[in-house]
């Protein structure tokens, strides 16, 4: 079956170093996300992208890069961690909009990150 | 979306009963709107949607409501069952125009829901 996987599912890191987190969907949608969630802020988006080779700024982009170099993947780096960055990451996808703009998002499981 | 702060709203209901959880948004450019159901230590799982063509929609044991006029979405749950206790976020799309904005979801708080057998 189709689906989105996220990897890994829990991280400690420490200030300052390199963290990168996976998010992997198998429905071959063109649309792809990144979201953060922390208690009393909901979701807020990261970073995303409408097909390879592009990526757009979200919200909340400061401290946090994507790349898409196939259709499969957004893998989400946080270049030097910062306790702030402490939160859950949950990845999603859509189809594309191809005259049907309207379709929900997935997500996947989410990854707890600590920076201590 | 719903006013920031630490505190979720909650609502607590019995097994059987209807639920209603609200919603507010604030930007009358909103075109799409989505319910989404997430549970403990789990992504957010879509339930229902509905364009700002429409007022009503209606699912399995789901129905989602838009008034436009006043900037309210409701989720409307016949029956509720324990399984249906989780926290429940609305989800706006903010059209900008351009096709440049599909999928760009701006969430609200989120509202817990708690069913008592």
């Known amino acids: 079956d189709a689906e989105i996987t996220q990897s890994p599912r829990h991280k400690i890191t420490e200030t300052g170093r390199q963290v990168t987190l996976a998010c992997h969907q198998t429905?071959?949608?063109?649309?792809m996300f990144w979201y953060r969630q922390d208690l009393g802020h909901g979701l807020r988006l990261i970073h995303y992208s409408y097909g390879v080779h592009d990526t757009n700024k979200g919200e909340v982009s400061d401290g946090y890069s994507v790349s898409r170099s196939n259709t499969e993947d957004l893998p989400l780096t946080l270049e030097s961690a910062a306790s702030s960055q402490t939160s859950v990451y949950f990845c999603?996808?859509?189809?594309?909009?191809?005259?049907?703009?309207?379709?929900?998002?997935?997500f996947g499981p989410g990854t707890r990150l600590t920076v201590l | 979306g719903e006013s920031v702060g630490l505190h979720l709203p909650t609502l607590s209901v019995q097994e059987g009963d209807n639920s209603i959880i609200n919603c507010a948004y604030s930007?009358?450019?909103?075109?799409?709107f989505i319910w989404y159901k997430q549970e403990s230590g789990k992504g957010p799982q879509f339930i229902i949607d509905i364009r700002s063509n429409m007022d009503k929609r209606q699912g399995q044991r789901v129905t989602v409501l838009l008034n436009k006029t006043v900037k309210h979405l409701s989720l409307q749950i016949a029956a509720t069952q324990p399984g249906d206790s989780a926290v429940y976020f609305c989800?706006?799309?903010?059209?900008?125009?351009?096709?440049?904005?599909?999928?760009?979801?701006?969430f609200g708080q989120g509202t817990i829901l708690t069913v008592h057998p």
């Open positions: 429905w071959n949608h063109n649309n």
């Open positions: 999603a996808s859509r189809s594309g909009p191809s005259g049907r703009p309207y379709n929900e998002q997935f």
């Open positions: 930007n009358s450019a909103s075109d799409y």
């Open positions: 989800a706006e799309n903010i059209n900008t125009g351009g096709g440049t904005s599909y999928g760009k979801l701006t």
